[in-house]
């Protein structure tokens, strides 16, 4: 089930006018990650999902060189990281939730810190206590850069307050 601002503890719109303020929030949220973490990345495309798990995988891995390589095509990545397995998953392509539990998504979602981006797909399948992050994109005429919306519940709640300020 989506998460929704109304049974949340926690909703918070953030701005991120360039890359740099996108790859700080992804290096705040990864010191606070672990296994059984799973952040849904909703938006249109261009909107920055993306480019946010890049910095996020970076940063929780330790490897800012580390190659992050879009997971459109092969459907999810994985990578070694000191606080848990990451997944990147990308559902755009699927038909519906079956498929992302053929990928192994479920278990994962048990076990990994997991990063989905389009999941939308999932349905009834995404976790309840799982942290939305719903990108907006900006409006390229006037460079105002992007925005995301970040909901959870009182667990959130109590994780996000201290570090986003």
Same mark, same amino acid.
């Given at each position: 089930?989506?998460?929704?601002?109304?049974?949340?503890?926690?909703?918070?719109?953030?701005?991120? !006018?360039?890359? =740099?303020?996108?790859? %700080?929030?992804?290096? *705040? $949220?990864?010191?606070?990650?672990?296994?059984?973490?799973?952040?849904?990345?909703?938006?249109?495309?261009?909107?920055?999902?993306?480019?946010?798990?890049?910095?996020?995988?970076?940063?929780?891995?330790?490897?800012?060189?580390?190659?992050?390589?879009?997971?459109?095509?092969?459907?999810?990545?994985?990578?070694?990281? !000191?606080?848990? =397995?990451?997944?990147? %998953?990308?559902?755009? *392509? $699927?038909?519906?939730?079956?498929?992302?539990?053929?990928l192994g998504l479920d278990a994962a979602m048990e076990n990994a810190i997991c990063l989905i981006e389009w999941p939308e797909i999932l349905g009834d399948l995404a976790p309840a206590d799982a942290l939305s992050l719903a990108f907006a994109a900006g409006d390229a005429g006037h460079d105002s850069g992007h925005a995301v919306t970040?909901?959870?519940? %009182?667990?959130?709640?109590?994780?996000?307050?201290?570090?986003?300020?």
């Amino acid at each position: 089930m989506m998460v929704t601002p109304a049974r949340t503890a926690f909703h918070r719109r953030l701005a991120l !006018p360039d890359e =740099e303020a996108t790859a %700080a929030l992804a290096g *705040r $949220l990864a010191g606070l990650l672990g296994p059984g973490d799973v952040l849904l990345l909703s938006g249109p495309i261009g909107a920055g999902k993306t480019s946010f798990a890049r910095a996020l995988i970076r940063a929780a891995t330790g490897n800012p060189a580390e190659e992050v390589p879009s997971p459109t095509f092969t459907l999810v990545q994985t990578y070694p990281a !000191p606080r848990g =397995e990451i997944w990147h %998953a990308d559902l755009y *392509r $699927l038909g519906d939730a079956g498929e992302a539990l053929e990928l192994g998504l479920d278990a994962a979602m048990e076990n990994a810190i997991c990063l989905i981006e389009w999941p939308e797909i999932l349905g009834d399948l995404a976790p309840a206590d799982a942290l939305s992050l719903a990108f907006a994109a900006g409006d390229a005429g006037h460079d105002s850069g992007h925005a995301v919306t970040l909901t959870g519940n %009182a667990g959130w709640a109590a994780r996000l307050e201290r570090h986003l300020g």
